[in-house]
């Protein structure tokens, strides 16, 4: 079986992301890139499924700039066998991704496709389950377990109440949350040998999908700021604070 | 044309998150109706009709509808939607998992976690973790938003007289079926809805340790929540979790123990009223955002905090 894992290049996690100065968007010039989190940990249990003998590829595939590469190239350093860029000078939506991951499905027909439950830069949560409207397979999104089976996939789900198991026809497809597993680091040889992967670019142009955007951002701005507070020196002064001050409690 | 959202239950219950999002509805259009999809579920769509400012209630009762698995639920909410403007669902794991597939089969673009309604086709919500809000407009024919419940008062969960309206649906479909759940019981309040919140961190230390977090929610009827780096550790379930992958909270007070406060918590309660951290760490980032802090030793302060309550 193909294993697809869709990886997105985005702010690192640590950087803490301002508006620019017109409110027009935010800054993200000479900020640290990396690959999604939740992308990463989709990328490590592909490599885990391969390991135990349930798939015999995994394809790492990305929607963006030529620099998208390096992320396409450190996930090949942590196991992928190949990649596909799909090459797109702007940022694409949602839907407009899922589309375009439904050409590059169409084109693999992987028996599985595995990625992030949302990318931490739109924090949208939305890619995943629109891929499988799309392609009519079934989703399981938020997955904390992933056991592949003779035909099926079954999927333990982070839901509200606790966890939920679901039994999916494959092809599938499955997002990641955090507790899925913990990624493995790319060892020096490895990501020497990634270098001689092959990595495939696709003009976004040639995959026929038309990306003009629904949805436009008109201004960006910076949360209301809390005021600083103030340090209590005991545990009597704070529930006098919040008994008189606050009025939290009674 | 009206607005339908989709009400979010346990087929016995209507949710709390759902009387929020019927709020953030009422803001676009007065007209607005509510979908209640599931098996044996005539009692939520009672509630429903009974919820303020409701006008009408689709009820599709079906053993297919049984876990609302989006394979089903999606098809039948995007066959509805032809008749509505938007569709608004509450961003709770459900709606989350639910509504973006719905959205597809439709052609249109979702958009997550709305936080202000500023005009039928213009909305705010937050990006990077909370650290910047963006104003988006939107021009697709149907408008598919999950709504953020703690950014909106709820509206009254009586008073409404909305008629119940049975739609015939088969939800037929052979992709998923669901196989088991493990749901984790308490008798506190729930997290996202709870007056006052009590979290606990790494600092807390163990499993063990959180008992003295429950004697204190116990003491204020607060609900418990936890960092992401409690749930890893395996302190406490990982549905407790407040941050940008887990839930977002905002209550009356917010009382952070040993938790240093990421960038990652804070988008998960930083919108709460009052927020109170007790850290032993001088520097820990909470201290930026808490109206009160307290440094000290969380095993000393708490058990004085539960007795002088």
Redesign the interface.
């Known amino acids: 079986m193909k294993i697809l894992v869709p990886v997105k290049r985005v ?1 690192d ?1 640590n950087v ?4 620019n100065t017109d409110g027009s968007d ?1 800054d993200i010039a000479n900020v640290k890139m990396s690959i999604n989190p939740f992308c990463e940990i989709a990328v490590e249990e592909a490599i885990r499924l391969k390991e135990k003998g349930k798939a015999d590829e995994v394809v790492v595939v990305s929607i963006g700039t030529t620099k998208a590469q390096e992320q396409l190239r450190s996930s090949m350093a942590l196991g992928a066998d190949r990649a596909i860029l799909v090459e797109c000078d702007e940022a694409l ?3 407009i991704v ?1 589309k375009l991951l439904h050409k590059i499905v169409e084109k693999e027909a992987p028996g599985l496709v595995i990625m992030g439950k ?1 990318s ?8 995943g ?6 392609a ?7 997955a ?1 377990e992933v056991k592949i089976e003779e035909g099926t996939v ?1 999927v333990t ?13 494959l092809p ?1 497809i499955v997002t990641t ?3 899925l597993n913990e990624p493995r680091y790319a060892a020096l040889p490895n990501i020497m040998k990634a270098k001689k992967k092959p990595l495939e670019v696709i003009p976004v142009g040639e995959l026929g999908v038309d990306v003009s ?11 209301e700021e ?11 002064e ?2 006098e ?2 008994k008189n001050e ?1 009025k ?2 009674s | 044309m009206s607005v339908l959202v989709v009400a979010e239950h ?1 087929n016995q219950n209507l949710k709390p998150a759902t009387l929020h999002t019927l709020a953030a509805a009422q803001l676009i259009d007065a007209d607005v109706h509510v979908l209640v999809a599931g098996c044996d579920c005539k009692s939520v769509a009672d509630s429903a009709s009974q919820a303020s400012g409701v006008t009408k209630v689709l009820l599709a009762d079906n053993s297919g509808l049984e ?1 609302q ?3 089903a639920v ?1 098809p039948l909410i995007s066959e509805l939607a032809d008749s509505y403007s938007h569709v608004l669902a509450c961003a ?3 709606g ?10 439709k ?7 709305v936080i202000a309604i500023d005009s039928e086709s ?1 909305f705010k919500r ?15 024919p149907i408008k598919f938003l999950t709504i953020r419940g703690t950014a909106f008062d709820a509206v009254g969960a009586e008073g409404g007289n909305a008629a119940v309206e049975d739609i015939a649906t088969t939800a037929e479909q ?11 019981t308490s008798d506190r309040p729930e997290l ?1 809805a709870a007056r ?1 919140v009590v979290s606990g961190g790494r600092g807390v230390q163990s499993s063990d340790n959180f008992q003295l977090l429950y004697q204190l929610a116990d003491k ?1 009827d607060a609900a418990v929540g936890a960092s ?1 780096a409690a ?2 550790a395996g302190f406490v ?3 407790m979790q407040v941050g ?2 887990g ?1 977002v909270v905002a209550p ?2 917010y009382i952070a123990i040993g938790i240093s406060g990421a ?2 918590h804070l988008a998960g309660m ?1 919108d709460s ?4 951290a007790i850290n032993k760490d001088e520097e820990a980032p909470i ?10 030793d969380l095993f000393d ?1 708490v058990p ?2 539960i007795e ?2």
């Open positions: 702010v996690y803490k992301v301002r508006p935010v939506e949602p839907l899922a949302q931490i830069d739109g924090d949208n949560n939305q890619t389950q629109m891929l499988a409207a799309l009519n397979l079934p989703q399981g999104t938020f904390s079954a789900r982070e839901i509200d109440g606790g966890l939920e198991t679901l039994k999916l026809q599938a949350d955090l507790r955007a629904r949805t436009k951002i008109l201004s960006v701005s910076a949360p809390r005021k600083a507070g103030i340090k209590v020196s005991d545990v009597a704070l529930v604070k919040l606050a939290v409690i | 346990d876990h698995l989006a394979e999606a709770t794991t459900t989350k998992n639910i509504l973006p597939r719905a959205a597809a089969l052609d249109c673009q979702p958009l997550s976690d213009t937050p990006i990077y973790a909370g650290n910047v809000i963006a104003t988006v407009s939107s021009s697709d052979n992709l998923s079926a669901f196989d088991s759940q493990e749901l984790a996202t006052i204020l992401r749930v890893d379930p990982n549905d940008q992958t839930k009356e007070l960038i990652q930083k009223k009052v927020i109170v201290f930026q955002v808490a109206d009160y802090g307290l440094v000290a302060v004085q905090l002088q309550l």
